[in-house]
C-alpha cells in the first residue's frame, strides 16, 4: 500500500506551512509574544512574512537526493550548497542554519570526513536536526516491507548530520510512525505498535537502550500529560514528545500547528514535525489554502513536490 500523490503533496504543504508559521516565534518564551494565528514577518531573522527556514530547505535536498537515487555524499553535497550558496530556500540566501548541522557539514566540506560519520556522535550534540529535514525518507521507504532495512536507512540518513544513538532512536521512532501512519493507523495505535516493533528489530544494544529515553511516549496516557509539562527545547528527546502530544491532543493540522506555533521555543520545527503527523493521520484535511498562497517561492517548492510524487506516489 503505497502514499497517494494528493496525501504526499498535502503533508509536504502542510509542513512548509507550519515551519513559516513557527519561524516568528522561534526561541522565545511560551506565554511572552503575541499569539499568532496568520503568517507573520521574523523580526529576529529579518524575514517577510512566509519565510520557511532550514527544516525545509534539508528537506528540499532530501527530496532531490531521493529522487535522483542519489548516496550519502550526494546528500552532503546538497546540504553543502545550502550553507554555502542559499540554495533552496526562500529567497536565494541562507538565513539559519543549526550548530550541529553546520558542524557536520563543516565535517564533509572542509574536514572531508566519510558522509555517515559527518555527524557528531557527542551525547551533547542530540539537537533535532535530523528529524526536521526526515519525513520525506518515510514516503520513499513506505513499500519497504523489511523492516531491519527501514531501520538501518533511517539509521544511516540521521548520522549525516547526528551521530548519537539517541538522535538515530528518535528518527527511528519518528519515521516508523509516519510509516504506521500512512498505512492507516491511528497514532495511539502507531505509538504502541512502533514501541513493539523497535524493541523486537533493534539488535544493537546502544539502540536499544536509547530507546528508554523515550520511555514518556509509550506511556499509555502520555496524550493526559499536562501541557506545562511538555518541554520545547531543541533536545531531540523535548521535540519529539512535544510534537507526539500536540498531535494527539488537537483533532486537525491546523489546530495542532498553530498549539505548536503559539508552544514557545524550537516553534518553527516542533511545528513541522506536528505537521508531518497530523496530515498523515489525517490526509484528507487539506493545507490551509491561504497560509499555503503565503508561503514564499511556489514555483521552487512545487518543482520539488511534483518530481517527488512523480516517483514515490502509489497514484
Not at 106 to 132: E, K, T, W
Request: charged content about 15%; aromatic content about 8%.
Amino acid at each position: 500500500m503505497g502514499v497517494r500523490r494528493a496525501e504526499i503533496i498535502n503533508g509536504l504543504r502542510w509542513s512548509v506551512v507550519a515551519d513559516a508559521l513557527g519561524l516568528p516565534a522561534e526561541n522565545r518564551q511560551r506565554g511572552t509574544y503575541p499569539l499568532i494565528t496568520e503568517m507573520v514577518a521574523s523580526d529576529f531573522w529579518k524575514q517577510p512574512a512566509g519565510s520557511w527556514s532550514d527544516d525545509t530547505s534539508m528537506s528540499l535536498g532530501l527530496i532531490e537526493n531521493l529522487v535522483s537515487g542519489g548516496d550519502y555524499d550526494d546528500l552532503m553535497s546538497r546540504f553543502e550548497n545550502y550553507m554555502r550558496f542559499g540554495t533552496n530556500t526562500p529567497r536565494g540566501e541562507l538565513f539559519d542554519i543549526g550548530r550541529t548541522c553546520a558542524h557536520a557539514i563543516r565535517n564533509y566540506a572542509i574536514n572531508q570526513f566519510p558522509a555517515r560519520q559527518c555527524g557528531d556522535p557527542s551525547v551533547h550534540a542530540n539537537g533535532n536536526g535530523a528529524l526536521m529535514y526526515l519525513a520525506p525518507l518515510a514516503v520513499a521507504l513506505q513499500n519497504d516491507t523489511s523492516v531491519a532495512h527501514r531501520l538501518t536507512i533511517t539509521r544511516n540518513y540521521t548520522m549525516l548530520t547526528h551521530g548519537h544513538a539517541r538522535s538515530v532512536v528518535a528518527s527511528l521512532i519518528y519515521l516508523e510512525v509516519l510509516h504506521a501512519l500512512h498505512q492507516g493507523q491511528a497514532l495511539p495505535a502507531a505509538l504502541v505498535s512502533v514501541h513493539e516493533l523497535l524493541i523486537s528489530t533493534i539488535k544493537d544494544m546502544t539502540l536499544l537502550g536509547e530507546l528508554s529515553t523515550y520511555g514518556a511516549l509509550f506511556s499509555p496516557d502520555f496524550a493526559q500529560t499536562k501541557a506545562g509539562v511538555i518541554r520545547t527545547s531543541g533536545y531531540v528527546v523535548d521535540t519529539l514528545l512535544a510534537a507526539c502530544w500536540l498531535a494527539l491532543n488537537y483533532q486537525t493540522p491546523r489546530e495542532a500547528v498553530l498549539a505548536a506555533v503559539n508552544f514557545g521555543g524550537d516553534t518553527d520545527t516542533i511545528a513541522t514535525i506536528t505537521a508531518a503527523l497530523t496530515a498523515a493521520w489525517h490526509p484528507d484535511i487539506t493545507v490551509d489554502t491561504k497560509w499555503w498562497q503565503q508561503t514564499l517561492n511556489h514555483k521552487l517548492l512545487n518543482a520539488h513536490f511534483e518530481v517527488f510524487t512523480a516517483k514515490f506516489a502509489s497514484s
